[in-house]
């Protein structure tokens, strides 16, 4: 890996440190909630960093389409998977978080119900990838990339609409923030990017050596048909 | 026989095609004069079929470039290729007349002349244009004539034959390699697939060889000893 | 004038070889009296509760209808290798897909208007509000679940598990236009809202993804 991926790493463990020591100790307690309320740091930066993930996830997808160059599938490949997986911390730490507070596991709100929906739309992304037959997965998942981006701005407002008519506790609460926690907020969602490059580096990298792998297989077995 | 002057209708230029870890083409370079019969042979997994399709433009090359009717994009120049396979393309619910008059809408074909020309195709295979049988339920011989009508509906330039005399009762196949000869003689170009290379011996001009994805040789005459 | 003629000319080949073998039809007919049925056995509702959740039925009924047509769209094609024939065709990809998605939307508008009444009678359903509008809204709503099912079962051609991976595709990305087929049909049951926004919705919806799936469909078609 070039020079650049320690550093990175580094910075990340530095960085993730910090917005740990943050969070827990160094971020002002709560009123209502308590110090529960500081999965909030982790709870929203996951969001957050996942949305941008899928974005990039969304261009790689159009650019694949347009170029069909490897490249862009496996970045496409990477976002989505490492995407999924800080979604799925922001879909657990909601009930862990909605429990000790609100008495409730889980309650259909705005933003909890819109991240199901994204959840799923990008697990059936990589499930078609999973199972596509032939060496159709790029091509296919790119379809289903730009058609799930799409899908987004529609998930959104229509379950925003829908809460608005009929209401319904909401997790996380709204309202302004603390100066002190919006700063926490975001040296955590820094770290949380940090973090999110780091493992899509090296995702990108473990999927550029098997690549790399099965082409030396193929021209293998290309090059021992010529007795 | 003329030998022709014109360029060549097919050009593979290192052609490989290869479906993950297996390689079907390992190296095709050929060029096919235009107004002649090619009868390509080889065992089963050779690559006839992946060639065929190559050509067709049904599937395209992992690498190496191949040129139809002069052109790169094989979509820009379908309506003059004809292509038939084992599967008969056709739909087994309809009748024969029914089956050619839908594909001949696809080339623009419409009406009186969709008329004329299916029926004209049906009769050219021996064949009766009434018969008020599905296709489904006609013998194989017949099905495989059938689907050589279909082929020959937009008049095409250059037919692509993947195994026309499979399965086929010894007479109808005789019918369709006169009429192959015929067509040889009209001006047209035939590649044709098959393991009853006895069949078009005098009217083929060439038999191609193939073995384990590339060009083994190319004869003017059959080998003594081929079945 | 020739994109027309093809759509026209495989819509009607379809919808002549299904009105030919009526086996899929008769079968999709009673799986369709078999959803109202068991789903009249789960909830026995007063004619109060049912306007509320009436809405969320119908539609989840007429989605598990969709699916069962949306499953064989392309099943006659495979069966002979068809999609070879059309794709060495100089015939558009675009007209293949709007034939086999109006021939869809035909089938399940026809096996929804056969469940309708069904629910009406099980459930003692009237509408409080403006009944029109559930015309708009029926025809929005099953266009919206048609294109892409249409679409999704074209992709699902080229992996395993092909009957489960199009629900698998389907349900997430049509979440939207199900919030806006079941909250604008309440609506209108219940009378107590507008169903104006779900509609704008749903048109929305129709016009991005059938502009989508329309630019896809070639690259989609075309894999091998």
Request: proline share 4%.
């Amino acid at each position: 890996m070039k020079r650049g991926f320690p550093i990175l790493a580094i910075v990340t463990a530095v960085l993730l440190s910090f917005a740990l020591y943050e969070a827990l100790i160094g971020a002002p307690t709560e009123r209502s909630m308590g110090d529960v309320q500081r999965i909030f740091y982790y709870h929203v930066p996951s969001a957050w960093t996942a949305f941008l993930l899928f974005f990039v996830n969304f261009g790689a997808s159009i650019a694949y389409l347009v170029k069909r160059r490897p490249a862009a599938d496996i970045v496409a490949l990477t976002s989505a998977e490492v995407g999924v997986v800080f979604l799925t911390v922001n879909l657990v730490t909601g009930p862990i978080w909605a429990r000790p507070v609100w008495g409730i596991w889980w309650t259909w709100d705005w933003r909890l119900t819109s991240t199901l929906v994204m959840w799923l739309i990008y697990v059936s992304y990589l499930l078609l990838r999973r199972f596509s037959s032939g060496g159709q997965a790029p091509l296919l998942a790119a379809a289903l990339g730009v058609l799930g981006a799409l899908c987004v701005p529609f998930v959104y407002f229509s379950i925003w609409f829908f809460r608005t008519q009929h209401p319904s506790p909401v997790i996380g609460g709204g309202g302004s923030l603390d100066p002190r926690m919006a700063h926490v907020l975001l040296i955590n969602w820094a770290a949380f990017l940090c973090l999110a490059w780091l493992v899509c580096w090296t995702r990108y990298q473990l999927e550029v050596a098997k690549r790399q792998v099965e082409e030396a297989q193929s021209l293998e077995s290309l090059l021992e048909g010529s007795r | 026989m003329p030998i022709s002057d014109a360029p060549p209708i097919i050009i593979a230029d290192g052609v490989i095609k290869q479906f993950g870890r297996f390689a079907a083409l390992r190296g095709v370079n050929a060029e096919f004069a235009p107004g002649r019969l090619y009868v390509v042979l080889g065992d089963n997994g050779a690559g006839k079929t992946t060639l065929l399709r190559t050509i067709a433009g049904l599937a395209q090359p992992t690498r190496g470039t191949i040129s139809v009717l002069g052109a790169k994009e094989i979509k820009t120049v379908c309506s003059q290729i004809g292509y038939m396979a084992h599967p008969s393309l056709l739909y087994d619910e309809m009748t024969g007349l029914e089956n050619l008059r839908y594909f001949a809408g696809l080339y623009g074909i419409h009406n009186d002349a969709a008329n004329f020309t299916c029926r004209e195709a049906i009769i050219s295979v021996k064949l009766d244009p009434d018969l008020n049988r599905p296709v489904g339920q006609y013998s194989q011989g017949m099905r495989q004539r059938m689907s050589l009508a279909r082929a020959l509906l937009n008049d095409p330039t250059l037919l692509l034959l993947d195994e026309p005399f499979s399965n086929v009762d010894f007479h109808s196949a005789q019918e369709m390699a006169t009429l192959l000869g015929q067509m040889r003689d009209q001006g047209k170009t035939l590649l044709v697939v098959t393991h009853q290379p006895r069949l078009l011996e005098s009217a083929a001009d060439e038999f191609v060889w193939i073995d384990s994805g590339k060009i083994v040789d190319r004869t003017s005459k059959l080998r003594a000893g081929t079945q | 004038m020739s994109f027309l003629a093809v759509v026209r000319a495989t819509l009607a080949k379809d919808l002549r070889l299904e009105w030919r073998s009526k086996d899929a039809i008769n079968a999709m007919l009673f799986f369709s009296l078999l959803v109202v049925v068991i789903f009249s056995f789960a909830f026995e509702p007063t004619a109060e509760e049912s306007r509320k959740i009436a809405g969320g039925l119908v539609w989840v009924a007429f989605l598990f209808a969709a699916i069962v047509v949306l499953n064989q769209t392309w099943a006659r094609e495979l069966r002979n290798h068809v999609l070879d024939a059309y794709r060495m065709s100089p015939a558009s990809a675009n007209s293949l897909f709007l034939a086999k998605a109006f021939g869809n939307f035909i089938f399940v508008i026809v096996l929804e208007a056969l469940m309708t009444p069904l629910f009406i009678a099980f459930y003692r359903l009237g509408a409080i509000g403006p009944a029109w509008e559930l015309l708009p809204i029926a025809t929005l709503g099953t266009w919206a679940l048609v294109v892409n099912g249409t679409f999704f079962a074209a992709i699902s051609l080229r992996t395993r598990s092909r009957e489960v991976m199009l629900p698998l595709l389907l349900f997430p990305i049509s979440v939207p236009a199900l919030l806006g087929m079941v909250n604008a049909t309440t609506a209108v049951l219940t009378g107590e809202e507008s169903a104006r926004f779900w509609i704008t919705l749903l048109v929305a919806y129709d016009v991005v993804f059938t502009i989508a799936c329309l630019l896809l469909f070639e690259t989609i078609l075309e894999a091998e």
